[in-house]
Every structure is written in structure tokens, then in C-alpha cells.
T-cell receptor
Framework: DSGVTQTPKHLITATGQRVTLRCSPR?????VYWYQQSLDQGLQFLIH???????AKGNILERFSAQQFPDLHSELNLSSLELGDSALYFC????????????????FGEGSRLTVL | SQKIEQNSEALNIQEGKTATLTCNYT??????LQWYRQDPGRGPVFLLL?????KEKRKERLKVTFDTTLKQSLFHITASQPADSATYLC????????????FGTGTKLQVIP
């Protein structure tokens, strides 16, 4: 058990819909990362938050947005869903402590499997 | 743009042998390089981290080397066991303080009894 909790574990929805994925990081970790993993793309970095502040952005679509709340949990919002958005979405947390310091070891949740029909 | 390549999609090896996986990168000045293990349908699990000023790191049967001149990391599993069968991912974090950790596509290792 990594200590990172993701909900829901599975989600089936239709094209055009909107979903919210939730992540609770390990106790004490200030950094949260979101990744998308599909069969043909590997693990794609989406976005990183540190203590509520967006730190880095990857190839995140404009239809996707995220935020990290004061209690450090994070949400990834996916809207106007398309078939190609079907994937495993992982959240990871780390204790990376400063802007100049490394991220360190990432602790991953078990993922949210999104199926868009 | 940054590119991370892992030597092959799949690697089959006999039990007891040493498995060697390769991670090559371009257009990077990585400050840190990490290796993760991922089992089907599960989240990746951290194995080892090596810094740009380190040449080698060991942990039990695992060894990682990091050659910033060749832009390459090698990941070795000695005395491999069927339980080592999984996908192994390398991940790079480049210097600049942005803490963006980028993963390679992984190598699926199968250890044959």
C-alpha cells in the first residue's frame, strides 16, 4: 500500500460527458502528480502541483484541468470526453520539498480506469 | 523535445541470469534518474534513484548505472527470478527545479523458469 488513494477505481461514461478523478496523497506529501497511461502511449505526464501551486504542465489537453486543495488532495477534471480519453489515470505524490530540490521517489496510487463509450 | 527510449518492448531471460535493461535519453540534462517496476493494472513502484553526479547505485539484486556522457542508464537484475517478471520504467527529472518527472515507455521483462 503506497498510501496514495485514488477514487473512483473504475468509471464508465459516454462521449461528451465530464468526470472528476480524486487523489489523496500520502500523509505529509506536498507534491501531487497526474499521469495518463494508455496502451499505445505509455505513462504520460499531465501536471504537477506543489502545496496548492501548479509547478509543471505536460501535454495536458485544454479539456482537462486539475487543482490541489488546501488539504492537499487533488482533483483531475476531464470534460467533453472522447473515446481516446479512455485510459488509466494515475496520481502520485512525493515529499519533494522545495522548488530547487528533486521530486524524489514518487508513490503511485492504484489508478482510476476510465472507459469512454 | 525530450525523448526517453527503453531498449526494447520485451525482454525474455532465463531464471538465474542477469537481466540488463537500457534507458537512453536525448535533449536532456537530467538531474535525477529513477527506475520503477509496474505490474499489470497496478501503479508503478519505485525501485532506485540515481543522481547526475553518481555513477552507480545498488540495492540488493538491483544495480543502476548512469552515464551522462552517453546519455544512458543501465538497470541490472542479478540472479533473476520469475517474480521479477514485470514492466520496468525509467523516469527522468531534468534540472531546472520544475520537478517534472517524465517516464519512458518501459521494457516488459519475462523471467522464464
Amino acid at each position: 500500500d503506497s498510501g496514495v488513494t485514488q477514487t473512483p477505481k473504475h468509471l464508465i461514461t459516454a462521449t461528451g460527458q465530464r468526470v472528476t478523478l480524486r487523489c489523496s496523497p500520502r500523509s505529509g506529501d506536498l507534491s501531487v502528480y497526474w499521469y495518463q497511461q494508455s496502451l499505445d502511449q505509455g505513462l504520460q505526464f499531465l501536471i504537477h502541483y506543489y502545496n496548492g501551486e501548479e509547478r509543471a504542465k505536460g501535454n495536458i489537453l485544454e479539456r482537462f484541468s486539475a487543482q490541489q486543495f488546501p488539504d492537499l488532495h487533488s482533483e483531475l477534471n476531464l470534460s467533453s470526453l472522447e473515446l481516446g480519453d479512455s485510459a488509466l489515470y494515475f496520481c502520485a505524490s512525493s515529499s519533494g520539498t522545495s522548488r530547487k530540490g528533486g521530486a524524489g521517489e514518487l508513490f503511485f496510487g492504484e489508478g482510476s480506469r476510465l472507459t469512454v463509450l | 523535445s525530450q525523448k526517453i527510449e527503453q531498449n526494447s518492448e520485451a525482454l525474455n531471460i532465463q531464471e538465474g541470469k542477469t537481466a540488463t535493461l537500457t534507458c537512453n535519453y536525448t535533449n536532456y540534462s537530467p538531474a535525477y534518474l529513477q527506475w520503477y517496476r509496474q505490474d499489470p493494472g497496478r501503479g508503478p513502484v519505485f525501485l532506485l534513484l540515481i543522481r547526475e553526479n553518481e555513477k552507480e547505485k545498488r540495492k540488493e539484486r538491483l544495480k543502476v548505472t548512469f552515464d551522462t556522457t552517453l546519455k544512458q542508464s543501465l538497470f541490472h537484475i542479478t540472479a533473476s527470478q520469475p517474480a521479477d517478471s514485470a514492466t520496468y520504467l525509467c523516469a527522468l527529472e531534468f534540472s531546472g527545479g520544475y520537478q517534472k518527472v517524465t517516464f519512458g515507455t518501459g521494457t516488459k521483462l519475462q523471467v522464464i523458469p
